[in-house]
Every structure is written in structure tokens, then in C-alpha cells.
């Protein structure tokens, strides 16, 4: 019975390491660096996967301070 109750207040475990925010700064970069190369449409890929980033990060924090 115990083994139960301790697997209810065990905390949900999702497996993301939280480098949400990293991968959003480097996608940033590279678009940085791909635009002043002259590559634009691999800057706007990687600035929309930038902001992606920045938005799963966000909703994450955010319910991390919630729950």
C-alpha cells in the first residue's frame, strides 16, 4: 500500500532537460549569422524556430510556478 502512495507523490517526470531557452539562443544566432550571409530564408526558418523555443520555454516556466 505504501509503494502506491509513494508513486502518487512522486513528481511528474516529463524528460526535458529545460534547455528550451539554450536552443533559442543559438537558433538566434544562427540567424543572425545566416542573414548578414545573405541566406534569408534559412534566417526566417531559424528565427521562427527561435521563437518557438522561447514559447514552449515560457509555458513551461510558467507552469513550473504554478504546480
Not at 502506491?4 to 540567424?31: I, K, N, S, Y
Not at 521563437?51 to 516556466?61: E, P, Q
Amino acid at each position: 500500500m505504501s509503494a502506491t502512495l509513494a508513486a502518487a507523490a512522486a513528481p511528474l517526470q516529463l524528460g526535458l532537460t529545460g534547455d528550451f531557452l539554450w536552443l533559442a539562443v543559438v537558433f538566434v544566432v544562427v540567424a543572425i549569422l545566416a542573414g548578414l550571409a545573405g541566406f534569408r530564408g534559412v534566417a526566417g526558418l531559424t528565427m521562427s524556430a527561435a521563437r518557438l523555443f522561447v514559447l514552449v520555454f515560457l509555458v513551461l516556466a510558467v507552469l513550473a510556478l504554478l504546480l
